[in-house]
């Protein structure tokens, strides 16, 4: 049992145990579908509700679940989530679809909503599971939301769409391509390191 | 030639790690020695032919004439699961130099989203028979060729200075990103 305040439980996800800058979960989506702002900020929204729902259903049905076979279990009910996210983008949004690919199904091996089903919902109460869930989320999707502006920006030239350079600006091709994201990431994992060892030093 | 161009595309031109990100974490944390590379590569291209073709057959021989296709997702990631208990369970039996070669990387494959990407993208991309298991052959090598040539760079990078921010991941990301922009320049290969 987490014996932190409600608090700290929700902001802990949001940098001391980010998902994607301190704990290193998670990475496969965030380096493929943040070329553009738009399709970081799908995925983010569609690995929350998976990750939420998965929370709520995996704690309050953690008592009849047999420790052998949890795993398993935990899959079946994240896969059932992502199933219900990947038609509902589909079906209403479907140029995002077709823009994230398979990258949707792909959020069952995500392994950030595993990790927090056997680390944290299968031991916690509903309550605490669900704001430990909107706090990693919030993580994910501020890193998503950081990665996908630096390369839209830095790519095209644009954010969300809409033009935020000048005429004079030549975008850098390469951000928006397979190394850009690699090396982004690379970057900001040091500089969210730096920052951590800095704020330690000064305690 | 039809195979050939789909086998040559796997490994270098949409290589599964460099391409598609998939499989980035065996690629960040089995990549500090070339011995144990090679194993995780051996290991992620025996489970990917198989899984190329059992998910062929469950998809076209079970999901498709049923019209149960939105289960896809599901029965895909059980037949992974399980493939790979059964893998596991059958090396240990055959050969257990092997089994001891592979240890912990085999149960770990289970969680690798390129073994699941391969049975989705074989299926959207409607792949004969033949066709997946190639598809999955060539996946696999590009894996082990994008892991191996990145532990042989991790191996040397031990030896350099790098600032203390950089180590570990941070200058693993950016090495494979150079490595990407390396392997951008087979896509003129094949049209």
């Known amino acids: 049992m987490s014996t932190k305040s409600i608090g700290q439980e929700f902001t802990k996800g949001l940098w001391d145990e980010n998902p994607v800058f301190r704990q290193l979960l998670g990475l496969c989506p965030t380096l493929a579908v943040t070329n553009a702002v738009i399709n970081g900020l ?28 949890r795993i398993a279990s935990y899959v079946v009910i994240i896969a059932t989530f992502v199933t219900v996210a990947d038609r509902f983008l589909a079906a209403f949004f479907p140029p995002i679809s077709k823009s994230l690919g398979p990258y949707v199904p792909l959020i069952v091996v995500n392994c950030i909503i595993l990790g927090r089903q056997e680390a944290f919902s299968s ?20 890193a998503m939301l950081i990665l996908s502006a630096i390369r839209e920006i830095l790519g095209m030239g644009t954010f969300l769409g809409y033009q935020v350079m000048g005429q004079w600006f030549e975008p850098w091709i390469i951000m928006i391509l397979p190394p850009g994201a690699f090396i982004t990431l690379g970057i900001l994992l040091a500089l969210a390191l730096q920052i951590e060892r800095k704020t330690k030093s000064r305690k | 030639m039809e195979l050939v161009a789909i086998f040559v595309t796997a490994i270098l031109i949409n290589n599964f790690v460099l391409r598609y990100f998939l499989g980035i974490c065996p690629f960040l944390g089995v990549s500090k020695k070339i011995d144990s590379a090679i194993s995780m590569g051996l290991a992620v291209t025996f489970v990917m032919t198989i899984t190329a073709a059992v998910s062929w057959v469950i998809n076209h021989w079970i999901l498709i004439p049923l019209k149960l296709d939105y289960l896809q997702i599901v029965s895909f990631i059980l037949v992974i699961a399980s493939l790979v208990q059964l893998v596991e369970m059958f090396i240990r039996k055959i050969s257990p130099p092997l089994y001891e070669a592979l240890g912990i990387y085999l149960p770990l494959i289970t969680t690798n989203c390129a073994i699941f990407f391969l049975a989705l993208m074989a299926s959207l991309r409607d792949y004969s028979f033949l066709e997946s298991v190639i598809f999955g052959v060539g996946s696999g090598l590009g894996f082990t060729l994008a892991i191996v040539l990145m532990a042989a760079i991790r191996e040397q990078l031990d030896l350099a200075d790098v600032p203390e921010a950089l180590k570990g991941a941070g200058i693993a990301l950016i090495v494979a990103g150079i490595m990407a922009l390396a392997f951008l320049g087979f896509s003129g290969m094949i049209k």
Not at chain 1, 123 to 142: E, H, P, Q, Y
């Open chain 1, 123 to 142: 031991k916690n109460t509903v309550g605490r599971s669900l704001i430990d869930a909107l706090g990693m989320s919030s993580g994910f999707v501020l």
């Open chain 1, 42 to 69: 799908a995925m983010g929204m569609a690995t929350s509700f998976v990750l939420i729902f998965s929370s709520l259903v995996v704690s309050s049905i953690k008592k009849f679940i047999p420790s052998q076979v």
